[in-house]
Nanobody, 124 residues
Framework: QVQLVESGGGLVQAGGSLRLSCAASGRSFGSNPMGWFRQAPGKEREFVASINWRSTSTYYAGSVKGRFAISRDNAKNTLYLQMNSLKPEDTAVYYC?????????????????WGQGTQVTVSS
């Protein structure tokens, strides 16, 4: 059974930082893209960042570019999201996603595996 388990969420003041982790089990994602999405209350789940299997290509939503950094450790089957200069509008549940495809994309439908999410709350 494939599982993606996020951790590292919490409450932080605006301007602060958090590092999210996503540990995968049951399947290696070492040859596949992975991504982060988020969903705020009353809103649709939206793309945050994605990374290809070799970490040579990364993509970011415009709202987080320059503040967030996605990375991965294939040996540990783990995905990360470093979030700096956090803003209240970053408040959301953050989801890790794993693809069975070949290319990192922004499209939610490209990802077959999802974690349960971790809450990030940024206070002003």
């Amino acid at each position: 059974q494939v599982q993606l388990v996020e951790s590292g969420g919490g409450l932080v003041q605006a301007g602060g930082s958090l590092r999210l982790s996503c540990a995968a089990s049951g399947r290696s994602f070492g040859s596949n893209p992975m991504g982060w999405f988020r969903q705020a209350p009353g809103k649709e789940r939206e793309f945050v960042a994605s990374i290809n299997w070799r970490s040579t290509s990364t993509y970011y939503a415009g709202s987080v570019k320059g503040r967030f950094a996605i990375s991965r450790d294939n040996a540990k089957n783990t995905l990360y999201l470093q979030m700096n200069s956090l803003k209240p509008e970053d408040t959301a549940v953050y989801y890790c996603a794993g693809s069975t495809g070949a290319f990192a994309t922004r499209a939610r439908e490209s990802y077959s595996y999802w974690g349960q999410g971790t809450q990030v709350t940024v206070s002003s």
